[in-house]
């Protein structure tokens, strides 16, 4: 697969770890929100990264963002190393590598017209002259379907939709080549929720985007994502086809999560699996696998031994008995 391409984003055993306090301030255990988690997304591609809150899921996109620093591990973009950069020479990278949390238009200035908001990013980065600017702004204002009249508004004077695609136009006016979209649809209701998924897409094929998509959302993951990383516990379980996964998944947590998702109108995935009980803390990590405490499967070697990724059936999975 992808022979000859080389992947826009590399992770390579990538940890990031919080302290623990006592009152005291003295450190007294770790939490470990990303765990040796290895991971490569290819030009072009939608990557959906799922698993139940607290797997590490955002934790991981705001590390690859550089809004958290790496415990270890290698973060690699366009073939460079950027986990490890000084403040500055990472600020350079943020052009090409943007993070969207739930809904851009809530980090719109209030206060700012349209115009300002658009302008804003492209003075700070660029040196286009302001007709260039105008030039740029306005066509990336018609590529989120907003017509010219609306730059004259403040946000307050926008539907929420509208603000939206507000704030997904002053991402893409710096012309990133990835997106990092967490939680993109969380709170809309459906008919919203598809209309702001159509944007996306249109959008990554006007920009040539590459998108890692977080998401609790299977159903969305599902239509949006070509491929799927499974997550738990801050290490990928599973990885592979989106529609292979969902047919036959593999990785006893996958069977698990999916089987929780009710389909409407056909079967669902599996029918004797389910999840229960809440997954450990990250502060407590079980030995060997680190999904026993939850495994309808487990056997005495999944104390001793982590299952490391492996191929199965043409994809990744962390299982000694997938
Ligand atoms: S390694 Fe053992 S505990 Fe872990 S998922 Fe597989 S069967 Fe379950």
Known sequence: MNAGAAPLLELVDLVRYFPVRNAFGRRTGWIRAVDG????????????????????????????????????GDIRFAGREIGHLPARARRA?????????????????????????????????????RAEREREVGAILAAVGLPDAHLDLYPHELSGGQQRRVGLARILTLRPRMVILDEPTSGLDVSVQA???????????????????????????????????????????????????FETPRHPYTRSLLAAVPRIGGRRVTLDFVLEGEPPSPRDVPSGCRFRTRCPLVQDVCAREEPRLREVDGRAVACHFA
């Open 195 to 245: 209309s702001v998924l159509k944007l996306f897409r249109s959008m990554q094929e006007a920009f040539a985007l590459t998108y890692v998509f977080i998401s609790h959302d299977l159903a969305v993951v599902r239509a949006m994502c070509a491929r799927i990383a499974v997550m738990y516990l801050g290490t990928i379980v599973e990885l592979g086809d989106t529609a292979a996964v």
């Open 37 to 72: 988690l290895s991971l490569a997304v290819w030009p072009g591609e939608t990557l959906g990264l799922v698993g139940e809150s607290g797997c590490g899921k955002s934790t991981l996109g705001k590390t690859v963002m550089g809004i958290y620093t790496p415990t270890a």
């Open 93 to 129: 990278v943020a052009r090409d590598l943007q993070y969207v949390y739930q809904d851009p238009g809530a980090s719109l200035d209030p206060r700012w017209k349209v115009v300002h908001s658009l302008h804003e990013p492209l003075k700070i980065h660029t040196r286009l002259s």
